[in-house]
T-cell receptor, first 118, second 112 residues
């Protein structure tokens, strides 16, 4: 149980285009999903917290107009990288939490999406 | 600020030896501390976690200890095996929403 999928697993795009990444919880409902970015040989950096039906909360330094997050259902959150540039190339990973903080703290991670912007 | 410091950044041990990774956190309100193992290009996998009302937790060869006063927690792996080689991340929950802030990671290498 507690499986999280991401699509696509890899994407290559041209500079200036937009890319959408989907994160799905397959066998549970996720009240909260999180989006992380991981550069090579570095840690996971939290970008934003996404709650179903409400606006995402972005971490300091993350441009909300560039990284659009939508959490329209309890099993799906999407991250859209708008007007992507080479410096946006990274490994984007989502996680999903089945319940509220303090009740169910465990986060289950998706397999990640490797974004390469040419 | 919200910060988790992790040491060492790299750790090399002989098969069968123990490995210890240490983390400190900044937010005294943090109450959940998971450890993740990540292999190259793969997703982080939860290996053990501990809540703030517990001082120690063990699962076979893996144990975690927590010192709330010092805001310090550690991962202990005994009888290491080559398949334990990976990058290990500690994390601490922060804020009302329980977001996780990750440490910098430790690259563990277990030599046969």
């Amino acid at each position: 149980g507690a499986v999280v999928s991401q699509h696509p697993s890899r994407v290559i795009c041209k500079s200036g285009t937009s890319v959408k990444i989907e994160c799905r919880s397959l066998d549970f409902q996720a009240t909260t999903m999180f989006w992380y970015r991981q550069f090579p040989k570095q840690s996971l950096m939290l970008m934003a917290t996404s709650n179903e039906g409400s606006k995402a909360t972005y971490e300091q330094g993350v441009e909300k107009d560039k990284f659009l997050i939508n959490h329209a259902s309890l099993t799906l959150s999407t991250l859209t990288v708008t007007s992507a540039h080479p410096e946006d190339s990274s490994f984007y990973i989502c996680s999903a939490r089945p319940g509220l903080a303090g009740v169910t703290d465990t986060q289950y991670f998706g397999p990640g999406t490797r974004l390469t912007v040419l | 600020g919200e910060n988790v410091e992790q040491h060492p950044s790299t750790l090399s041990v002989q098969e069968g030896d123990s490995a210890v990774i240490k983390c400190t956190y900044s937010d005294s309100a943090s109450n959940y501390f998971p450890w993740y193992k990540q292999e190259l290009g793969k997703r982080p996998q939860l290996i053990i976690d501990i809540r703030s009302n517990v001082g120690e937790k063990k699962d076979q060869r893996i144990a975690v200890t927590l010192n709330k006063t010092a805001k310090h927690f550690s991962l202990h792996i005994t009888e290491t095996q080559p398949e334990d080689s990976a990058v290990y991340f500690c994390a601490a929950s922060m804020g009302q929403g329980g977001k996780l802030i990750f440490g910098q990671g430790t690259e563990l290498s277990v030599k046969p």
